[in-house]
T-cell receptor, first 115, second 109 residues
Framework: GAGVSQSPRYKVAKRGQDVALRCDPI?????LFWYQQALGQGPEFLTY????????KSGLPSDRFFAERPEGSVSTLKIQRTQQEDSAVYLC?????????????FGSGTQLSVL | LAKTTQPISMDSYEGQEVNITCSHN???????ITWYQQFPSQGPRFIIQ???TKVTNEVASLFIPADRKSSTLSLPRVSLSDTAVYYC????????????FGQGTTLQV
């Protein structure tokens, strides 16, 4: 399919472990977003890329969270020394252009459980 | 970014029309209004977007009064498969970057 793909679908980590979550956006999409969604809440913005440039990382909750998109396509969200409060669904979205009125296409997310 | 307020939950029956109203009192001149739908275990999906008056597509209609301080998403003849969370978002036309999601409205059919 031509949608946004995220892997893994589920990830269980022990507290203190590092994890890496992958996002494959729709081919040719300029903008890429990461959101964090806690159970029963709306998605919360983490960070935004325009091609390979990370233009906004104001939503990253701590310096343990790091995101990259080195070639302007695939993106990885890395969480170091995971904590229980990091347990959530991590959603990736992409859009064709670079303005926020563009339609966002979301992946199904990675559900992270930190034990 | 303008803040939005919408009901936490709504109940309906199959075949009824459902209207979900969103308040955005401090919407700016350049802001547009967008609605997303989210099913369990899936990411949000774009439903409809508008700037003023009425917009209609194959899924829903969006009504925006002249003062643009609120908007109403209308779902005609809902079915069980319309049970989902619906998010109203307001964002600046031409602005780069994030869209802010609120808590959304959980519609139970």
């Amino acid at each position: 399919g031509a949608g946004v793909s995220q892997s893994p679908r589920y990830k269980v980590a022990k507290r203190g472990q590092d994890v890496a979550l992958r996002c494959d956006p729709i081919s040719g999409h300029v903008s890429l977003f990461w959101y964090q969604q806690a159970l029963g809440q709306g998605p919360e913005f983490l960070t935004y890329f325009q091609n390979e440039a990370q233009l906004d990382k104001s939503g990253l909750p701590s310096d343990r969270f790091f995101a990259e998109r080195p070639e302007g396509s695939v993106s990885t969200l890395k969480i170091q020394r995971t904590q229980q409060e990091d347990s959530a669904v991590y959603l990736c979205a992409s859009s064709l252009g670079q303005i926020s009125s563009e339609k966002l296409f979301f992946g199904s997310g990675t559900q992270l459980s930190v034990l | 970014l303008a803040k939005t307020t919408q009901p936490i939950s709504m109940d309906s029956y199959e075949g009824q029309e459902v209207n979900i109203t969103c308040s955005h009192n401090n919407i700016a001149t350049n802001d547009y209004i967008t609605w997303y739908q989210q099913f369990p275990s899936q990411g949000p999906r774009f439903i409809i977007q508008g700037y003023k008056t009425k917009v209609t597509n194959e899924v829903a209609s969006l009504f925006i009064p002249a003062d643009r301080k609120s908007s109403t998403l209308s779902l005609p003849r809902v079915s069980l498969s319309d049970t989902a969370v619906y998010y109203c978002l307001v964002g600046e036309t031409g602005n780069t970057g994030k869209l802010i999601f609120g808590q959304g409205t959980t519609l139970q059919v």
